[in-house]
């Protein structure tokens, strides 16, 4: 299986942690298609921990609890699937899941059989309570083995938080994406902090193993499982913009039955998604150097175009500016930048310097062509 663009989806974990069922997932389902989710491009509807029983069957198999799903994974699975979209559930390298339900250690082959008999199209693979002597590589490989003998194309999804320096080793384990950083929250300096340490890594990211800096809190508000203080709608967007300019999968985190309007325009943006899933999936890099706290990203796209964002993660007004020399645009060449802003539409164009005002914790994010001055 080839997954050349990076992921789209919502997973459970964020808002609703182990309060999860079968009724959440159909709805949620639903919503993914009545909202416009879908013909934005989001595919995924996956279940994180907290589906399972707390103990394995007699024959050693996990058991879906039946309080929160009571007509089982493959009913769920041929839902999900009668509404055109793919399926997704989670297990752990360890013994058992972050939240203490059966992990798949030494079950590998086993569970991901089980996995692929319910039609599951995603599986999240997480790390908690793994047994000292095993070695982290080694489990990933395992169950990367275990989802490929199962003859059924199951989107691996790693997560191991960025132990092991994954990004050195996890392509050669056929995941194709891995969590390279701890837990996000619903919380702006979290997103500050887990954006910042990913950009000297984005050269790890790439079609068919994406590095990801994890899910999605934009439209949280406070709410939920990890709602820790909450962001308001520019820093929702500025989270956003930065996961797109990254090529981050993006699974949302929200609950998507109970969306506003400003959180579905930005879910759905066209100019935004358009620079994720740009198929030639370029990383971006700062240019010239961080100033405090304040990043601007450059991007190659796939048709000539270029992608930038300017991001202030501080609490006052920044001028954010930069020399297009540092670009390779020196007044020698005699070209500039025609920049358009894809969320206002304003397009200014750049000759020598870009600069502008930026409010505390917002971004512009612009698509720009080179011209010829
Ligand atoms: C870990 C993962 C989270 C989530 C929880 C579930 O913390 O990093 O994304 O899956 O486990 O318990």
């Not at 279940?47 to 039946?66: F, H, N, Q």
């Not at 899910?215 to 996961?243: I, K, P, R, T």
């Not at 202030?312 to 645009?329: E, S």
């Not at 750049?350 to 505390?360: H, N, T």
């Amino acid at each position: 299986m080839i997954v050349t663009k990076p992921p789209m989806g919502w997973n459970s974990w964020n808002t609703f942690g182990e309060n999860i069922s079968e009724e959440l997932l159909m709805e949620t389902a639903d919503a993914m298609v009545s909202t416009g989710l879908k013909d934005a491009g989001y595919e995924y509807v996956v279940i994180d921990d907290c589906w399972a029983l707390r103990e394995r069957d007699a024959s050693g198999k996990m058991v879906a609890d039946p309080a929160k799903f009571p007509h089982g994974m493959k009913y769920l699975a041929d839902y999900i699937h009668s509404k055109g979209l793919k399926f997704g559930m989670y297990s752990c390298a360890g013994v058992e899941t972050c939240a203490g339900y059966p992990g798949s250690f030494n079950h590998e082959f086993v569970d991901a059989q089980m996995f692929a008999d319910f039609g599951v199209d995603f599986l999240k693979y997480d790390f908690c309570n793994k047994p000292a002597h095993a070695h982290g590589p080694m489990l990933y490989n395992k169950m990367g083995m275990a989802l490929r003998a199962t003859g059924r194309d199951i989107l691996y999804s790693a997560c191991n938080w960025g132990s092991d320096d994954v990004w050195t080793w996890i392509r050669s384990t056929g995941a194709h994406m891995y969590r390279s950083t701890g837990d996000i929250g619903d919380n702006f300096g979290l997103i500050k902090d887990i954006a910042l340490s990913q950009i000297p890594k984005q050269g790890f990211n790439g079609p068919n193993c994406f590095n990801d800096p994890d899910m999605l809190v934009v439209g949280m508000y406070n709410q939920g499982n990890v709602g820790w203080g909450g962001c308001d709608d520019q820093e929702y967007m500025l989270h956003f913009s930065l996961w797109c300019m990254m090529s981050a999968p993006l699974m949302i985190g929200c609950d998507i039955r109970n969306m506003t309007e400003f959180t579905k325009n930005t879910l759905t943006h066209k100019g935004l998604l358009a620079i994720n899933q740009d198929p030639a999936v370029r990383q971006c890099i700062p240019v010239s150097g961080r100033k405090g706290d304040t990043l601007i990203l450059f991007k190659h796209l796939e048709d000539g175009d270029y992608a930038i964002g300017i991001y202030n993660f501080t609490d006052k007004i920044q001028q954010l500016d930069f020399f297009l020399y540092d670009l390779g645009l020196g007044v020698e060449t005699g070209y500039g930048l025609e920049m358009e802003n894809l969320v206002s539409g304003d397009k200014i164009l750049v000759d020598g310097q870009f600069k502008m005002p930026v409010g505390s914790h917002r971004c512009g994010t612009y698509r720009a062509k080179l011209v010829k001055l």
